[in-house]
């Protein structure tokens, strides 16, 4: 059924939407401007600008103290994130690039918040399967290499506590999902939203955010 509510998202509206956002403090627009210079051709692997406030945004909704993210890439979006943690609140990060980490974890001491971020350089799947098998995160965020996904997603959900949040970016893939001829990247994320939407572990919604995200709440 076709919806009448959509709305043309052109780059003024979207100029107009970070206009009424929380615009970058200065530790984050350094980083994304040093981002964009020193890594041009991989930039487009950093969150969108409207993004950070939203991870912001769920971890106070949700109150979380332990998050989880899988890709870190230069960080903005663990630097957002660990802004919006409590004092006591901690950050475990995962990504395989000691280049691309090493502007993360400068931006994260300029911000003063590199005592509340663990960040570990090796394959998520062999750091998430090497976490405590119990229920124990509030917050999960996925972003990382698009084939792993399902992977990604079978070691959080299991120790994701009851009422724990998942979000999961890129599951758009810039419209590729909706191609049954796909292949690589966007055939993954395709397979990967069906294996969510038949996961009776989790209620979840997919938002227009940025290239497309999912919420899903452990149930």
Same mark, same amino acid.
């Given at each position: 059924?076709?919806?009448?509510?959509?709305?043309?998202?052109?780059?003024?509206?979207?100029?107009?939407?970070?206009?009424?956002?929380?615009?970058?403090?200065?530790?984050?627009?350094?980083?994304?401007?040093?981002?964009?210079?020193?890594?041009?051709?991989?930039?487009?692997?950093?969150?969108?600008?409207?993004?950070?406030?939203?991870?912001?945004?769920?971890?106070?909704?949700?109150?979380?103290?332990?998050?989880?993210?899988?890709?870190?890439?230069?960080?903005?979006?663990?630097?957002?994130?660990?802004?919006?943690?409590?004092?006591?609140?901690?950050?475990?990060?995962?990504?395989?690039?000691?280049?691309?980490? $090493?502007?993360?974890? #400068?931006?994260? *001491?300029?911000?003063?918040?590199? %005592? /509340?971020? &663990?960040?570990?350089?090796? @394959?998520?799947?062999?750091?998430?399967?090497?976490?405590?098998?119990?229920?124990?995160?509030?917050?999960?965020?996925?972003?990382?290499?698009?084939?792993?996904?399902?992977?990604?997603?079978?070691?959080?959900?299991?120790?994701?506590?009851?009422?724990?949040?998942?979000?999961?970016?890129?599951?758009?893939?810039?419209?590729?999902?909706?191609?049954?001829?796909?292949?690589?990247?966007? $055939?993954?994320?395709? #397979?990967?939203? *069906?294996?969510?939407?038949?996961? %009776? /572990?989790? &209620?979840?919604?997919?938002? @227009?955010?940025?290239?497309?995200?999912?919420?899903?709440?452990?149930?």
């Amino acid at each position: 059924m076709a919806s009448g509510k959509r709305t043309q998202f052109t780059d003024e509206l979207h100029a107009y939407m970070l206009e009424h956002n929380p615009s970058p403090d200065a530790v984050q627009r350094k980083l994304i401007e040093v981002t964009h210079s020193k890594l041009p051709q991989v930039a487009g692997k950093q969150v969108a600008q409207e993004q950070g406030p939203f991870l912001a945004f769920l971890i106070r909704l949700t109150r979380a103290r332990y998050v989880v993210e899988v890709g870190t890439f230069t960080g903005l979006s663990a630097l957002s994130m660990a802004q919006a943690l409590p004092p006591d609140g901690a950050l475990l990060t995962c990504d395989v690039s000691e280049e691309w980490t $090493a502007y993360a974890k #400068e931006a994260w *001491e300029e911000a003063g918040v590199a %005592d /509340r971020i &663990e960040l570990r350089i090796a @394959p998520a799947t062999e750091t998430l399967a090497g976490l405590p098998e119990e229920p124990h995160i509030d917050l999960a965020f996925l972003d990382a290499d698009k084939e792993n996904y399902i992977a990604y997603w079978e070691e959080l959900v299991p120790r994701m506590r009851p009422g724990g949040l998942l979000v999961v970016d890129n599951v758009f893939m810039r419209g590729g999902v909706i191609d049954v001829r796909a292949t690589g990247a966007a $055939a993954a994320i395709r #397979e990967f939203n *069906e294996h969510v939407r038949g996961d %009776d /572990r989790v &209620e979840s919604v997919m938002l @227009p955010v940025a290239d497309g995200v999912t919420l899903a709440r452990k149930v």
